[in-house]
């Protein structure tokens, strides 16, 4: 399904799937399992970082091809916050922060500096 976009898309879509899988293993326990036990925890998350590393190492990998391992890890980190903002309001019940914004335009200016020519 995915050999149909380029390597680049194939990387930032396989990228995107990896974080949501990555944002939960890291965060959901503090709502979900707050009153279990954290190794109860620790083996959940890690349960779920294993679906993260299935999507992220090959994503890497064809992002590789068509970036260097600068501009994968700029854009890995741009994922992670389109990711978390969204997660942490919906899902964590986290109030909006412009703070998240401000965040988002530093990374723009990474992302600039990182793919410029």
């Given amino acids: 399904m995915l050999a149909h976009f380029p390597p680049g898309l194939q990387a930032i879509l396989l990228l995107v799937c990896s974080n949501i899988f990555m944002t ?3 965060y959901a326990h503090l709502k979900d399992m707050a009153a279990k036990p954290w190794y109860i925890a620790a083996l959940a998350s890690w349960g779920i ?10 994503a890497n990998r064809i992002g590789f091809t068509v970036y260097d391992l600068a501009q994968l890890k700029i854009l890995q980190e741009v994922i992670t916050l389109s990711v978390f903002v969204p997660f942490a309001i919906f899902y964590m019940g986290q109030p909006f922060k412009w703070d998240f914004v401000w965040a988002g335009v530093c990374l723009m200016g990474a992302v600039y500096f990182m793919f410029r020519g």
């Fill in 49 to 58: 970082a294993l679906f993260e590393y299935l999507l992220q190492v090959p």
């Fill in 24 to 26: 939960f293993a890291w």
